[in-house]
């Protein structure tokens, strides 16, 4: 089993950058909303490397292109020494940036304070730049790495200083400092270890068992599964598609049926289940009597049975680096059943949805290989899971509600609607009733989803 040290550093990989100043090291990390280094290694320590998506208008204004199939897209890509990168803090969802103005207009050497932000823009970006002479711009960026971080708008440098705020954490901001051959020639820097996380839920730069992934088809789009009519498909995505949880699985061994307490490593060519998400049912290869034609195609289902031997699949590599299976690396996927040996594929013909526009197409499965049916291991973002089990927690109050047909509103429902609003509705105002402000896409989207609508509409008409 190889280890985290060497891998490739991907976009959308959860990492840690740490320090080693003498008697000063610890982690990057957000407290109290201040950007700091701290000595203790936990969850406020984990960033979430983020890709550029956007475009510049002209040299003044600044246009975020808030596409999620472009975000898709762009992460699991190999990381290299020259590049442009935000830095998201994961638990807070919010990125390193510098502070809108520079601490003295008339002595640039003086440092550059930093800060958290919730919007992404020219102050985010960092160009990641090696720190030993032996690596060059265009290298590729490996965990453990010595690296510096050039603030891209002012060239200044990610800093940690020696002044300590009043928990004892070590302050950062940018500073100053010119180099020469690669060598510095004044100001001051800190070389950061770039380094893939261990901690709440960072080890997904490889597959692991009780994963959480989603299947993007080179050309189809993500793998989808329609509740109401259990056929399998890919998808054209419109922008909003990540937040569709149908186009989740969870990664199981195939001899258990349930993920394992601690989780390991899935290797190539193993065989494994895959379960949606939210459900009890599993992928799987629906049967028929037409066991030996060579051309015969078979469709995909979903079953509860989690001992059926048709819900066995491998993940097969294009290109094999490693034993174990990095995000973002490319495969076929293969179907392992009494039947025999089966490919995924998309099929070429699509259907366009009447009602958001977006093209379908269905999913197959057949005994020969087709080179270009090639799919790509996704991530899952964390918060989405956490968001999920929130509101589904909730929706079993509204059940129950439904089930026991209450003509008088119970305090637990209203509660719930309130704690809806406030869910949906970003604003610093608690009272559900007097919150305004602008929604929370991703909470929207979830939300919005046809089987919590019909419950709320019940609920409405009782």
């Known amino acids: 089993m190889s280890t985290k040290e060497g891998l490739e550093i991907r976009t959308g990989h959860n990492i840690l950058l740490f320090s080693e100043e003498e008697e000063e090291d610890g982690y990057v990390a957000i407290q109290d909303d201040k950007i700091v280094v701290k000595i203790q290694k936990d969850q406020d320590c984990v960033l979430k490397i983020i890709p550029l998506m956007s475009v510049l208008k002209d040299d003044d204004n600044y246009q975020r292109v808030d596409d999620a199939s ?3 897209k762009l992460e699991g890509k190999t990381v290299i020494y020259g590049q442009i990168i935000q830095l998201l803090n994961v638990s807070s969802g919010k990125f390193i940036a510098s502070s809108e103005h520079i601490s003295d207009e008339n002595d640039l050497t003086k440092p550059w304070n930093v800060q958290w932000d919730k919007n ?9 730049m090696p720190y030993r002479g032996d690596l060059n711009e265009g290298d590729i960026v490996r965990s453990s790495d010595k690296i510096r971080l050039e603030h891209d708008l002012s060239g200044y440098h990610l800093h940690q200083t020696s002044k300590i705020d009043h928990k004892g954490n070590y302050v950062i901001d940018l500073e100053f400092c010119t180099f020469s ?36 088809h080179d050309i189809g789009g993500l793998m989808h599964v329609s509740t109401r009519d259990t056929q399998v498909g890919c998808k054209l995505y419109p922008p909003h598609a990540l937040y569709t949880y149908s186009t989740i699985f969870q990664v199981f061994d195939s001899q258990e049926g349930k993920a394992d307490s601690i989780s390991s490593e899935i290797p190539w060519n193993t065989n494994v289940k895959l379960k949606l998400f939210g459900t009890d049912k599993f992928l799987c290869l629906m049967t028929d009597e037409n066991e030996d034609k060579e051309d015969e ?17 491998s993940f097969v590599p294009i290109k094999k680096d490693s034993e174990e299976i990095p995000y973002g690396s490319q495969m076929l996927l293969r179907s392992v059943s009494p039947n025999g040996v089966f490919w995924l594929h998309a099929s070429e013909d699509s259907v366009e949805s009447r009602t958001s526009g977006t093209k379908r197409s269905y999913l197959n499965c057949k005994k020969k290989k087709k080179a270009d049916d090639i799919f790509a291991l996704k991530s899952v973002p964390e918060y989405q899971i956490v968001d999920y089990n929130y509101v ?4 079993s109050i509204l059940d129950e509600y439904i089930t026991r047909n209450k003509r008088k509103k119970s305090k637990a429902v209203i509660q719930v609607f ?3 609003i406030k869910f949906i509705v970003i604003s610093d ?14 909470h929207q989207r979830l939300m919005g989803s046809e089987d919590i609508l019909r419950k709320i509409v019940t609920i409405a008409e009782i």
Request: with cysteine; net charge negative.
């Open 181 to 216: 051959n690669k060598s510095l020639s004044s100001g001051s820097f800190t070389p950061w270890i770039m380094q893939h996380s261990d901690i709440g839920g960072g080890h997904r730069q490889l597959l692991m068992k009780g994963d959480f992934i989603r299947l993007e």
């Open 392 to 395: 589904h927690d909730r929706c």
């Open 120 to 128: 992404t823009s020219k102050r985010c970006w960092f160009k990641i």
């Open 297 to 313: 195609v078979k469709q995909l289902t979903l079953t509860d049975d989690e001992f059926s031997p048709y819900i066995e699949f």
């Open 70 to 72: 472009l975000q898709s």
């Open 418 to 420: 309130g704690e809806f």
């Open 429 to 442: 105002i608690d009272d559900p009733l007097l919150r305004e402000g602008p929604c929370d896409i991703s």
